[in-house]
């Protein structure tokens, strides 16, 4: 077998392709975190705490003196714990919506337990058997 023939076979096999799709899918579906975290959720946060924006908090580790961390990160090296805090919370939307979505496939996939089927009735026991036989023979 050839090469080029081993990798097509490879290539076109269900689970690499279903890889890809899945790869692809969750990217779109990280920028749809990102954006109802950063768009949605982070200005709520922010409006309950009394205006606070996570993304502008760092520390500066070059002796900057900018106040935004766009202007801290042109002078030099910082420490953005604000970005981490938001991704944080993205990975945990992230985690909980692919939980929530899991769980219901699971759910789907449990295909309905059918009724269990009549069983046979267990062997008479021989005492049993035998005086069903006597009581047979007296009633003649």
Same mark, same amino acid.
């Given at each position: 077998?050839?090469?080029?023939?081993?990798?097509?076979?490879?290539?076109? %096999?269900?689970?690499? *392709?279903? =890889? +890809?799709? !899945?790869?692809? #899918?969750?990217?779109?579906?990280?920028? @749809?975190?990102?954006?109802?975290?950063?768009?949605?959720?982070?200005?709520?946060?922010?409006?309950?705490?009394?205006?606070?924006?996570?993304?502008?908090?760092?520390?500066?580790?070059?002796?900057?003196?900018?106040?935004?961390?766009?202007?801290? %990160?042109?002078?030099? *090296?910082? =420490? +953005?714990? !604000?970005?981490? #805090?938001?991704?944080?919370?993205?990975? @945990?939307?992230?985690?909980?919506?692919?939980?929530?979505?899991?769980?219901?496939?699971?759910?789907?996939?449990?295909?309905?337990?059918?009724?269990?089927?009549?069983?046979?009735?267990?062997?008479?026991?021989?005492?049993?058997?035998?005086?069903?036989?006597?009581?047979?023979?007296?009633?003649?």
């Amino acid at each position: 077998m050839s090469f080029f023939s081993e990798f097509k076979e490879f290539a076109v %096999k269900g689970n690499v *392709v279903d =890889l +890809a799709v !899945g790869v692809i #899918i969750g990217g779109a579906f990280g920028k @749809i975190v990102d954006s109802l975290v950063g768009d949605v959720i982070m200005p709520v946060v922010s409006k309950i705490f009394g205006g606070l924006d996570f993304s502008n908090y760092f520390i500066p580790l070059a002796g900057q003196t900018a106040t935004t961390l766009a202007d801290a %990160k042109k002078q030099g *090296v910082v =420490l +953005a714990y !604000g970005s981490f #805090i938001t991704v944080s919370l993205n990975f @945990i939307i992230l985690a909980f919506v692919i939980f929530l979505m899991i769980k219901q496939i699971n759910r789907l996939k449990r295909a309905p337990e059918a009724a269990p089927a009549p069983a046979e009735p267990p062997p008479t026991p021989e005492d049993i058997q035998l005086l069903r036989e006597i009581r047979d023979s007296l009633k003649r």
